[in-house]
């Protein structure tokens, strides 16, 4: 765990980097549930959904998403988007799907300083929120902020190149699961349009 003060950082800043990684470091081998908004420019919350996350690092997680219905599973090497509505399957290599989305951070073992700046924000909705600004403009998203209650990550907010943020809120999360293999491995549905190489 890197607990370095980067240069030009308050202090609160560095105490700031040092509860993200430690709440990284924890979220190692965790299922929880979720729920999931997109909140427009002008405030206005749409397109909420629910359902549940099982992870394991490195590069193993499983988001299933219920009404409407989603799968996202990244098993070590590609990541898989199933849309049951569309019979369509999208399959991109894992490093350059990871490198361009916060889920980096969750399923990785990178250091956070590497990739983001990180300083306080203001409590709101009794959390606290760190704020990690992408050094690497290329990626999709401008900002992601993590709520923390205690040293416990409960929600994750990231804004797009739209001005638009999507909050996802952590219900009870369970530490420690043992992850049976097949649960972080997925094979497309006979029928089913398939975008994309996979090896």
């Known amino acids: ?5 980067a240069d030009g950082a308050s202090n609160a800043d560095t105490q700031a980097l040092t509860r993200v990684e430690k709440a990284l ?3 190692d081998a965790v299922e929880l549930s979720f729920v ?3 909140i427009d420019k002008a405030g206005v919350a749409h397109d909420r ?3 549940t996350l099982q992870l394991q690092k490195p590069n193993r997680f499983r988001w299933t998403y219920v009404d409407p219905a989603q799968l996202i599973v990244a098993d070590g090497v590609c990541l898989w988007l199933y849309d049951p509505d569309l019979a369509q399957v999208t399959v991109r290599r894992l490093t350059e799907a990871l490198n361009q989305t916060p889920a980096l951070l969750l399923a990785g073992r990178g250091h956070v300083a590497d990739g983001y700046t990180v300083s306080v924000a203001p409590s709101v909705r009794d959390l606290d929120w760190v704020v990690l600004a992408p ?3 290329g990626r999709e998203f401008h900002s992601l902020r993590l709520g923390f209650k205690g040293d416990a990550l409960r929600a994750l907010e990231f804004e797009d190149a739209l001005n638009e943020v999507t909050r ?3 219900g009870q999360i369970h530490h420690g699961m043992k992850f ?3 649960v972080f491995q997925f094979t497309p549905p006979a029928g089913v349009d398939v975008i994309g190489r996979h090896p």
């Open 168 to 170: 996802i809120e952590f």
């Open 49 to 51: 959904t629910h359902g």
């Open 180 to 182: 049976k293999e097949s």
């Open 36 to 38: 999931q908004e997109r």
């Open 25 to 27: 470091h924890d979220f």
């Open 1 to 5: 765990m890197r607990l370095a003060r």
């Open 135 to 137: 050094r690497d403009a």
